[in-house]
């Protein structure tokens, strides 16, 4: 187990774990030693085991986790704000300009691959990164459907785990391809089809005319 922190202590160890994560985007987690790391973040030995007990494996780990995190944080603030027409197509734009930027190397993948599934919190990295993605997609389908500008009958939480699947399936299609086409596809086809205007609410019958007298 790591040891507990102070914020000094917390700070040097988000240090080492973003300059790992610089590293291993440029070079991949297979070709990244421990060494170069510690290069890079002007580290030694002892105080890289020192927050990382567990070694290369642990150090991994901590670097999946903060590219789980930057992979939400680069949709924001759009992702949590998805209550307007307007906001979904800017989110829209922002997963698609997220992995335009990103291109075919996917550091979360890759580091995740690296990691053996016994790993403690292996597994749950990229479980944790869908479900909040899924809950804030979902979050605000129903800010929509309060407007009613999504019909109210649809299940939000699976209406959000289609479109999920879909971005996710356009993300694979660009590790294969480099192509961004079957995202913006998704992407456009599942939020054209979650904000189709309900029917509008039938008008009310007129008032009976008064009996004559």
Do not use: N
Request: hydrophobic content about 40%.
């Amino acid at each position: 187990m790591a040891p507990r922190l102070t914020a000094k202590g917390a700070a040097t160890r988000q240090r080492i774990v973003e300059g790992a994560a610089e590293q291993i985007r440029e070079r991949g987690a297979t070709e990244t030693t421990l060494d170069d790391i510690r290069a890079r973040t002007a580290t030694s030995k002892s105080q890289l085991f020192h927050y990382f007990p567990g070694g290369k494996e642990e150090l991994l780990l901590a670097v999946a986790r903060h590219e789980a995190g930057r992979v939400l944080s680069d949709q924001q603030p759009h992702l949590g704000a998805l209550t307007s027409r307007q906001a979904w197509y800017d989110w829209r734009d922002a997963v698609v300009d997220r992995y335009r930027r990103q291109g075919q190397q996917c550091p979360l993948g890759t580091l995740v691959s690296q990691l053996s599934p016994a790993t403690p919190g292996a597994q749950a990295v990229t479980r944790e990164l869908l479900g909040s993605w899924q809950a804030q997609i979902t979050s605000g389908i129903r800010a929509m459907q309060e407007k009613r500008e999504i019909p109210p009958e649809l299940d939000a939480d699976r209406a959000a785990a289609a479109l999920l699947a879909g971005i996710q399936g356009g993300v694979s299609i660009l590790m294969s391809t480099g192509s961004l086409t079957h995202l913006e596809v998704a992407l456009d086809l599942g939020i054209e089809r979650l904000l189709v205007a309900p029917a509008p609410a039938p008008a009310p019958a007129p008032a009976p005319a008064p009996p004559p007298r």
